[in-house]
T-cell receptor
Framework: GAGVSQSPSNKVTEKGKDVELRCDPISGHTALYWYRQRLGQGLEFLIYFQGNSAPDKSGLPSDRFSAERTGESVSTLTIQRTQQEDSAVYLC????WGGGIYNEQFFGPGTRLTVL | AQKITQTQPGMFVQEKEAVTLDCTYDTSDQSYGLFWYKQPSSGEMIFLIYQGSYDEQNATEGRYSLNFQKARKSANLVISASQLGDSAMYFCAMREGGGGFKTIFGAGTRLFVKA
């Protein structure tokens, strides 16, 4: 079956512009995660959605960052008034539910964001 | 607060030898899971192995094994018989069982396998 897909694969924008990143999870996966990975660094947790529960937004770095998810489908991560420090690869992952702590996350290929 | 520490920014290993990548963690939860991922230069994240905090046996998956020392809060990855294709970034991650399934990642270790 299809894996996690993300679009666009690359995005170059000017400082101050808004950007919207999209994630299509694996069909049937109720959990969806967004991470940020700066060049040469590890993954920073941004936000987590699980079904209809309130999302865990504890990783969002500022109020310029927001994310939405409709049901158990597509999610969009929006960054308003982009800054150069927002340049990074944004990774999305999805997982099924019911396996307890062990629910393997399947990652998308990422969106490389460059803010000029 | 949960925390993952990988103290080796880079490691070299000779092909066909074994290598251990270190990971220590900090959590106040009794229930948690530990994961290792591989990230080749292509950027994809590949799940390697999982260890639950209540698992009594160390996890193994093919050439990968996890040396889990709960009292020391360490979860080192052992790769046996290294191959050139093992050259990549390796990330240790942890998920706590209570209050959701937020996962945090360490800074990673870059492994270089020499021919």
């Amino acid at each position: 079956g299809a894996g996690v897909s993300q679009s666009p694969s690359n995005k170059v924008t000017e400082k101050g512009k808004d950007v919207e990143l999209r994630c299509d999870p694996i069909s049937g996966h109720t959990a969806l995660y967004w991470y940020r990975q700066r060049l040469g660094q590890g993954l920073e947790f941004l936000i987590y959605f699980q079904g209809n529960s309130a999302p865990d937004k504890s990783g969002l770095p500022s109020d310029r960052f927001s994310a939405e998810r409709t049901g158990e489908s597509v999610s969009t991560l929006t960054i308003q008034r982009t800054q150069q420090e927002d340049s990074a690869v944004y990774l999305c992952a999805s997982s099924s539910w019911g396996g307890g702590i062990y629910n393997e996350q399947f990652f998308g290929p990422g969106t490389r964001l460059t803010v000029l | 607060a949960q925390k993952i520490t990988q103290t080796q920014p880079g490691m070299f290993v000779q092909e066909k030898e074994a290598v251990t990548l270190d990971c220590t963690y900090d959590t106040s939860d009794q229930s948690y899971g530990l994961f290792w991922y591989k990230q080749p230069s292509s950027g994809e994240m590949i799940f390697l192995i999982y260890q639950g905090s209540y698992d009594e046996q160390n996890a193994t998956e093919g050439r990968y094994s996890l040396n889990f020392q709960k009292a020391r809060k360490s979860a080192n990855l052992v790769i046996s018989a290294s191959q050139l294709g093992d050259s990549a970034m390796y990330f240790c991650a942890m998920r706590e069982g209570g209050g959701g399934f937020k996962t945090i990642f360490g800074a990673g270790t870059r492994l270089f396998v020499k021919a």
